[in-house]
């Protein structure tokens, strides 16, 4: 009877339940959350079997253990898991952040080499187990990011769990990874949130908001406790992205001082043209 | 046989043509496009009856006349189209910039009576007649900005034709609606092209991008040439927004430098509230 432990029974943890369920990759999902309602929620979806209020039997019980909590929180938990293990099995993560996680590891005790980090390129700005889908990462990528000491076997069994839902696997370094979701997710949250509070500095500025202002905000229902510390885990890389973008917004500034219709155009359509080539990528 | 002259039969007026229709408004569409593709494409759609070649011909035909072309040409068409009519008819725009129109006309004989200007808070980032609908302004907010001269009845009745097709009507002036969608319009795209070509260039971050990059950037897939005179027309709004913009990422980037965890949530919590404050509004 193969079985999984959920640590985080949230809308991501029970999605990668509810998935690996109808994929038949378990037989048997335990729940476990500090916050009951959480886990009481999961179990109420279906998305896990049984709660389990000590983490210890939960391990003890567990063929495989995703740690689906935040960041902050991630690398005291794949440590506590890791030493309740009589054998080790596979953990995994679905931190936005990866290298202050390794770092937290190896900085303390080591990285334990049946940890898979593990970032998938989906997810919503809804929360909670009620908001699961075992859709949610089908045609989605998942970033793996294995540190030097991981367990190949461990890492390719995580691999297969996440095709058998449906995503498609990316391999990089934890700092790549970083850097790269520094400016591809850190850096719009950070962008919708603000102009939304900008906007919303004046309701009466609502009617004016039409359908574009809608899509570009939606991140900016996400929980802000969540992203305060994935910015500021990944701090140095946001502020990097950070900066690229004031310059370019800065250089779009004097432009339009300047009235220079033809260098603003050809911004625009870079901007388009790099749209393209993303929707080709993604498939349209 | 009401009759309505379309000029410009791209994706807003085709698909304004295509609401009026099923809203019974009209018996006749006649449309009118410089592009004579453009003016077929909306022709094979059903967008319009007729095609006419000659604007003259059109007008004298037209008991109304919708001006659905790029901002930069609306206020020439509208002087040539009331100059045109033997009798004022309503004659109405969706020009997304209203100040510069109506400075125009004022400076070059007068606005005419009947000119009403309409601002639908609807569109889509693809183009052209094929990808017009007319069930693009249902639920959509337009927003009306008369001017000092407008005919009452004009007004009236080209919003009348608005509620027809599904859209509620907010009636502002032309200057509060520029600074309005300066900021909830106008700084967003700008945000969404420049992000959109930081991440393009390099696109081996495109597996890096989820759905909230792809929603975030959707508007960066709309037509520069159409943008970039939005943007110059309403340049000072767009500045005094970016500069908005600009101060608060400024003052994030000094957050996330200090690692100011307290002031960093309750600033993403700002716009997390805003937005739902947005959403109910806006219908959730």
């Not at 992203?227 to 800065?250: M, S």
Request: hydrophobic letters at 50%; one cysteine or more.
């Amino acid at each position: 009877m193969p079985t999984l432990l959920v640590i985080g029974t949230g809308l991501m943890g029970a999605s990668f339940a509810m998935a690996a369920r109808r994929a038949n990759i378990f037989d048997v999902v335990l729940g476990c959350d500090r916050d009951a309602r959480a886990a009481a929620a999961a179990l109420e979806m279906g998305a896990v079997d049984e709660v389990v209020s000590d983490l210890g039997s939960g391990v003890a019980r567990a063929d495989a253990v995703l740690v689906a909590v935040p960041t902050g929180a991630i690398a005291d938990l794949i440590r506590a898991v890791a030493a309740a293990q009589s054998v080790p099995r596979p953990i995994f993560d679905l931190g936005g952040v990866k290298a202050p996680i390794l770092a937290a590891l190896a900085a303390n005790g080591g990285v334990p080499p049946q940890f898979v980090p593990c970032h998938p390129m989906a997810g919503s700005e809804a929360q909670g187990a009620a908001a699961a889908s075992d859709d949610l990462f089908r045609g989605r990528t998942v970033i793996v990011t294995p540190h030097d000491g991981v367990d190949p076997a461990a890492a390719a069994t995580v691999r297969a769990w996440w095709r058998r839902c449906g995503a498609e696997i990316v391999s990089t370094d934890a700092a790549r990874h970083d850097a790269a979701v520094g400016l591809t997710s850190h850096l719009p949250h950070v962008v919708a949130f603000e102009l939304m509070a900008q906007v919303g500095d004046d309701d009466a500025l609502f009617p004016f908001a039409g359908p574009g202002f809608r899509d570009f905000t939606r991140i900016a229902g996400s929980d802000p406790a969540l992203w305060r510390h994935v910015l500021l885990d990944n701090r140095a890389e946001v502020i990097a992205a950070l900066d690229g973008l004031l310059e370019r917004l800065e250089r779009i500034r004097r432009l339009l001082a300047d009235g220079d219709a033809v260098a603003l155009e050809a911004a625009l359509q870079a901007g388009r043209d790099a749209r393209r080539r993303y929707l080709e990528r993604d498939g349209g």
